[in-house]
């Protein structure tokens, strides 16, 4: 305290980004799970992200065995030469309308036997007709999609009065640094609810990021007031598997709140395995046992009751703007006060959100 008195601390930056996650670990869960990563360079964080041309739709309008035409949802997975599949039967697609997206087909290909389509049925592309000494095909570019969040600012104030920084506090040496340590957990809190909640919004000068929550878009299953079940938690991690989540091996954990927790408490036994040893991120209550893994399951009261999220850890970044880590200033003092200002800049990187899923509606 004496230094703050004399002040000699007066405009110097100190760092207390570590510091944070040193506190309550059953507070800010996400964050103590995730960690900081290396500084960005913008207040729009942006990065690139390849994907594969779609390999299915869905036929609109049911056809009949002799029809050459079928509308699909979508036409992008389609091109001219190419063997497509609707139930047992095989269809070479020999033209696409991607406007109307209208495929022109030669129906019971290699033999198989034309059958009327359902309205709603899937057609899934098999590969391409290939042809002993062809010209090379036309070829098809997918371009990468920019995707960007925003930086969000964090902070607060310290401050205690004159008398109070002179006088003794029972069980408290440094009364400004006991202030100063809450200030940086109501803090963590703030970044902890945005990174799960937050609304991408921009307006002048102030900006919010995504959460995870608004992020997964692709892989949302809604139980409609269902109880959670080890059914609905395979249904989305094979939601991940089938657009690839799984191909880089990505570390996955089961994010649940309390409410969850306990309706997976209560499945059977051989799907639980509560005794987990690694238990250094400090939020592992247990693991679960699924079709496609064994994964760790945390609890994280920051989201709604009724919701579980599964994320890929690998594919998450918690980054702060570069010399905008949280950090504390001593601005000295303000009449018979004494004052600081914790302030932090962070953003929340996302990549690959089909690669993630979100439950919501549970009971």
Not at 210 to 233: C, F, P, S, Y
Not at 279 to 285: A, L, P, Q, S
Not at 327 to 332: A, F, I, K, T, V
């Amino acid at each position: 305290m004496s230094k703050i008195l004399s002040g000699e601390l007066i405009g110097v930056r100190e760092s207390v980004q570590d510091q944070l996650l040193l506190l309550n670990a059953y507070q800010t869960p996400f964050l103590q799970m995730v960690g900081f990563s290396n500084p960005a360079t913008a207040v729009e964080h942006v990065w690139f992200e390849d994907s594969m041309f779609a390999e299915e739709s869905k036929v609109v309008g049911a056809k009949l065995a002799a029809d050459t035409e079928i509308v699909v949802a979508d036409a992008e997975p389609f091109r001219t030469h190419q063997v497509v599949k609707v139930g047992e039967e095989l269809i070479l697609v020999t033209g696409v309308d991607v406007v109307a997206k209208k495929l022109v087909v030669a129906r019971g290909y290699a033999g198989t036997t034309a059958a009327d389509i359902a309205d709603g049925a899937k057609i899934e592309v098999q590969f391409v007709e290939g042809q002993e000494g062809r010209d090379a095909r036309a070829a098809r570019y997918k371009a990468r999609v920019r995707k960007s969040n925003l930086m969000q600012i964090f902070d607060d104030t310290v401050e205690i009065s004159g008398t109070a920084a002179a006088v003794s506090q029972y069980g408290i040496d440094d009364l400004y640094e006991y202030e100063k340590q809450k200030k940086q957990l109501e803090l963590a809190l703030q970044l902890e609810k945005a990174l799960i909640n937050g609304i991408k919004y921009e307006n002048g000068t102030v900006r919010q990021m995504d959460g995870v929550r608004h992020l997964i878009k692709t892989n949302v299953t809604d139980l409609a007031g269902a109880d959670l079940t080890i059914e609905a938690l395979n249904d989305s991690f094979q939601a991940i598997y089938t657009k690839g989540g799984f191909a880089t091996g990505g570390a996955y954990e089961v994010i649940v709140p309390a409410k969850q927790k306990r309706v997976i408490g209560k499945f059977d036994k051989s799907l639980v395995d509560i005794a987990q040893a690694d238990r250094t991120r400090g939020t592992v209550v247990s693991r679960i046992v699924t079709d496609f893994g064994e994964f760790d399951v945390s609890i994280n009261d920051n989201l709604a009751s009724d919701e579980v999220l599964i994320v890929d850890k690998n594919r998450i970044a918690v980054k702060p703007l570069t010399g905008r880590e949280f950090s504390h200033e001593y601005l000295g003092k303000k009449g018979d006060y004494l004052q600081g200002m914790l302030v932090g800049e962070y953003t929340l990187e996302f990549l690959q959100e089909a690669a993630h899923a979100r439950i919501k509606g549970a009971k």
